[in-house]
């Protein structure tokens, strides 16, 4: 049985979530503190999205913009073409009812009233179903949370897991397009925390947009994508991708000394014979690593999509490329570039980083000259 509304993006393809240049400061005794430091995030439709990061490295606060429970000092939020950062907080709590669902790591289910009249409390807050069919749907919930029989107890009589469940079906009561989870699992035992992220994982089959905040970075890794913030400031996911076996504060500073270069469709990003200066990481469409052939066309060596680089054999075999690079003719392409100077020092600091991506400079050497062997 189906009774959630299935969310597309828009066809203008807005994200689902998209906070812009977000700054964050509270005033505390010693001074102004900076909790989020201009923080970039989109989010889609449909995806399964996991924010990870050490205690007091601003996850909550970034959670809080999201939801509307605070507000940044400088910069927008749009949920769901909502802009969040503008409404009162009267325009706040109905917006939030009928659009996220939240769960909470303590479950916050009230302890006097039963399970499904738990889950009948956003339906009556925001009106989002008539009176006589809240019941059913909140007995449908429970029911695809596997807890159809406990509907009627109070919430003690539960255990941590299944209250939980109960957390989860109470989050999507009204059928918001979003469901937000902090910490969901970090109360319970690994069986139990498995079963509530499959849970989730079949939410978002059915269209649901999921963001989890956790400390745990298994979990982190079984999600779609992962956002990692380190002092108040989001780490680029590509970075963590590629390199990641950098520290935190390692990755940040990658993330600071990258810059975001875009080219054309078909553009030469660099020609074979060339010094190069950079490792690449692609983030956006698609690169062909072409190798020349004398009195013949050149061949497509290898595409590289989102998450891939280039550039690591120029840097570990003395600079001069030997292969063209170009964005493909399917669209333009966007990399994250780093100087040789500072990945170089990056490396330094990370001898593990450093082996890892010379031996794959070494393994593409060799690939390269069997593909202009094969290819002669």
């Not at 669902?101 to 008539?130: A, K």
Request: glycine residues 8%.
């Amino acid at each position: 049985m189906t009774f959630f509304q299935k969310t597309t993006e828009t066809a203008t393809n807005h994200p689902m979530i998209d906070l812009r240049g977000i700054h964050k400061y509270y005033k505390t005794a010693a001074g102004d503190f900076h909790a989020l430091n201009s923080v970039d995030l989109q989010i889609n439709a449909g995806e399964f999205v996991s924010i990870i990061g050490k205690s007091g490295s601003g996850k909550s606060t970034l959670l809080n913009m999201i939801t509307g429970i605070d507000h940044p000092t400088t910069g927008e939020v749009y949920v769901n073409d909502m802009a969040v950062h503008g409404l009162n907080e009267n325009r706040m709590a109905r917006w939030r009812g009928k659009n996220l669902g939240i769960v909470f790591q303590f479950f916050q289910l009230l302890p006097m009233i039963s399970v499904i009249e738990n889950i009948m409390l956003p339906m009556d807050f925001c009106h989002s179903y008539p009176m006589r069919q809240r019941e059913k749907r909140a007995l449908e919930l429970l029911e695809m949370v596997e807890l159809a029989e406990h509907a009627y107890k109070l919430p003690t009589a539960l255990s941590g897991g299944q209250q939980q469940r109960v957390a989860i079906a109470r989050a999507l009561a009204n059928d918001p397009p979003i469901i937000i989870a902090d910490e969901p699992t970090g109360n319970l035992d690994s069986k139990t925390a498995d079963s509530v992220f499959e849970l989730f994982r079949n939410l978002v089959a059915q269209g649901k947009t999921i963001i989890i905040v956790t400390h745990d970075s298994g979990l982190a890794k079984r999600t779609d994508r992962t956002a990692l913030i380190a002092d108040g400031e989001i780490v680029n996911e590509y970075v963590a991708k590629v390199m990641p076996t950098l520290s935190r504060e390692q990755l940040l500073q990658a993330t600071h000394v990258a810059r975001k270069q875009t080219y054309p469709a078909g553009a030469m990003i660099f020609a074979e014979g060339s010094d190069a200066d950079a490792f690449d990481i692609v983030t956006k469409g698609m690169v062909e690593i072409v190798l020349p052939r004398p009195g013949q066309s050149d061949v497509i060596a290898v595409q590289l999509g989102p998450g891939k680089y280039f550039g690591e054999m120029e840097f570990f075999h003395d600079r001069r490329s030997r292969a063209s690079v170009r964005a493909s003719e399917a669209g333009p392409v966007e990399v994250l570039a780093i100087g040789y100077d500072q990945f170089g020092e990056l490396l330094n600091q990370s001898e593990a980083t450093r082996e890892m991506l010379h031996q794959y400079a070494d393994q593409r050497e060799e690939e390269n000259i069997r593909r202009r062997g094969v290819a002669a």
